[in-house]
C-alpha cells in the first residue's frame, strides 16, 4: 500500500517537493491552526504527520491514529508533542536541529542589542515628526561590549549565542544540567555557574533552554527580584519558561530595565500589560526565519519522514 502522508500547515514548495510520488499526500496549505476534531480526522489511516508548533499532538491524538509511524516537528523545540506517549506507541518524533542554530542565535542578539540601545523607541521616534533637532541625552540606552552576559541553556543555540559574544568582549556566564566540556569552556571563554550567580551577576540573561516542567516559569517573581536593576532578558526559547505578568511587573516596577521576547505563554496572545512598556521589545515568534533556515526546517522535516517511511533511520530524531 502506498504511504500515506499528512502535512498539517503551509511548507514551502521545496519541501513538498520531496514528499516521493508513490506516497499519498495529504496536504493542508493553510496557517490556521487545525481544530483536534480536524486534526484527528485527517490523520485517520495516515502513516506520517509532518507538523508545525502549533499542533498539539498529545496522547489522544496518538490513540486516535493507530496507523502513525513518525511526526516529524518543524521546529527544533518539540513541546507540542507528547513523546513518551508517542514512543509508549512506537510513533518516531523528529525535530529540525542544528539547521536553524545560526538564525536563532542571530535572533536573540538582535533582541538583546534591540533592546539595549532602544531600536525599535528610536525609529518610532524617528519617523514621529518629533525629531526637530539633535538632542545630546536622547535616548540613551545601554552598553552591550565588555559586560556580563548569562546564558541559560547551553545546548547549540545557546552557545552560538556565546560564540558572539567574544566579538562584544564579554564576560560569559552559563548555567546548565549539564556542564560543556573544558575545551568548549575555553573556546567561547564561558563560565558554568549555578542559576542564581548568573541571574545576579549577569547584565544580559538570555534563555535558550527547553520547556519543561523544571523550566516552565524558572523566570518569574522569585528570579526577577535576583537580577540586577539595569538588567535585560531576552527570550527566544519559548514563552512560558517566563512568567509574562510577573516579567511586566518587573519592568514596569524597575526590578529589572529591559526584556526582548520573541516568545510568548499563550501565543499569538500577548499579556495586555506587557503591551503598554516601552523598555520591552517584542517579535511575533520569529527568530529561525530566515527564508533559508525556514526552508532548511522544512526540508528537514520531510526528509525525516520519509525516512522513516522507507524503513530507514531517522535524521534527527529527537533525544
Ligand atoms: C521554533 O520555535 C523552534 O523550536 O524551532
Known sequence: MAKSVFISSTLPREAVGLIPGDFTLDYNNSEVPLSKAELVSRL???DGLICHIISTIDEEVLASAP????VANVAVGYNNIDVAAARRRGVIVTNTPDVLTETTADFAWTLLMATARRVVEADHYARSGRWTAWKWDLLWGADVHG???GI???GRIGRAVARRALGFNMRVLYHD????DAAVERELSATATDLETLLREADFVTLHTNLTPETRHLIGERTLRLMRKSAIVVNA???PIVDEAAL???LREGWIAGAG???FEEEPRIHPDLLPLQNVVLAPHIASASRDTRIAMATLAVRNCVAVLEGKAPITPVA
Do not use: I
Not at 67 to 70: A, I, M, Q, S, W
Not at 177 to 180: K, W
Open 237 to 239: 526559547a519559548r514563552g
Open 44 to 46: 485517520n489511516g495516515k
Open 147 to 149: 559586560t556580563t552576559l
Open 67 to 70: 496507523t502513525l509511524k513518525v
Open 261 to 263: 521576547l520573541d516568545v
Open 177 to 180: 544540567a549539564v556542564r560543556a
Open 248 to 250: 511586566a511587573r518587573a
Open 152 to 154: 541559560v541553556g547551553f
